[in-house]
């Protein structure tokens, strides 16, 4: 089966500032990686993803990088502000499997006013 | 947001009594998660219904009986839980076909067990 690491477990960063969430897969197999947001006290969200076809992918501050090879893909949030603080989790999916997502622990980031 | 909605938002229950979880999917989707988020173990995936069908049961304790009656609803029964089984259960559903797999969660049901 898949295992997904995440690191790290909390960042707290100032606003706008960068902030850089990392996690590892262990599956080569895998070619599907989305990353959720989960504000307190309410669900997940998807926010961004990537295919294992693609290197990187932005979406106005928000960019997922994948390195195939060494089986690791990267957050980066720019220009961070406040409502960017959340639970941030990773998570892969393995090709040929039951769709089913394995998760990565999670990142509390804060961001510092 | 109302694409996957679930009952009650809020339990507390004793170890004797039995209780169920319902959750509802607006969104044509044909697989459903159950999902147990506590802070020792953020979103551990407990079981997986693609097609109505049971796909996967990650070891889950006997106490938890999940049902899926058709693909827009999930159930999870509860019985003789234990106090360290009070957590967040958040349910899931998405496009099992689809490569992307995006998974719309709900707002979970808050779990406390006496």
């Known amino acids: 089966g898949e295992n997904v690491e995440q690191h790290p477990s909390t960042l707290s960063v100032q606003e706008g500032d960068s902030a850089v969430i990392k996690c590892t897969y262990s599956?080569?197999?895998?070619?599907?990686f989305p990353w959720y947001k989960q504000e307190l006290g309410k669900r997940p969200q998807l926010i961004i993803d990537?295919?294992?076809?693609?290197g990187e992918k932005k979406d106005q501050r928000i960019a997922v990088t994948l390195n195939k090879t060494a089986k690791h893909f990267s957050l980066h949030i720019t220009e961070t502000q406040p409502e960017d603080s959340a639970v941030y989790f990773c998570a892969a999916l393995l090709s040929g499997s039951a769709r089913q997502l394995t998760f990565g622990s999670g990142t509390q980031l804060t961001v510092l006013p | 947001e109302t694409g996957v909605t679930q009952t009650p938002r809020h339990l507390v229950m004793g170890m004797t009594n039995k209780k169920s979880l319902k959750c509802e999917q607006h969104?044509?989707?044909?697989?459903m998660y159950w999902y147990k988020q506590s802070a020792k173990k953020p979103l551990e995936l407990m079981f997986v219904?693609?097609?109505?069908?049971?796909?996967e049961n990650n070891s889950v304790p006997s106490r938890f009986s999940p049902e899926c009656p058709n693909s827009s609803h999930l159930f999870l029964h509860l019985h003789t839980l234990q106090p360290e089984d009070s957590a967040l259960y958040l349910c899931?559903?998405?496009?099992?076909?689809?490569?992307?797999?995006?998974?719309?969660f709900g707002p979970g049901t808050r779990l406390t067990v006496l």
């Open positions: 219904y693609n097609f109505k069908e049971q796909t």
């Open positions: 599956d080569s197999a895998s070619n599907y």
């Open positions: 969104l044509g989707h044909n697989a």
């Open positions: 990537i295919r294992s076809n693609v």
């Open positions: 899931a559903s998405s496009q099992g076909d689809r490569e992307n797999n995006e998974q719309f």
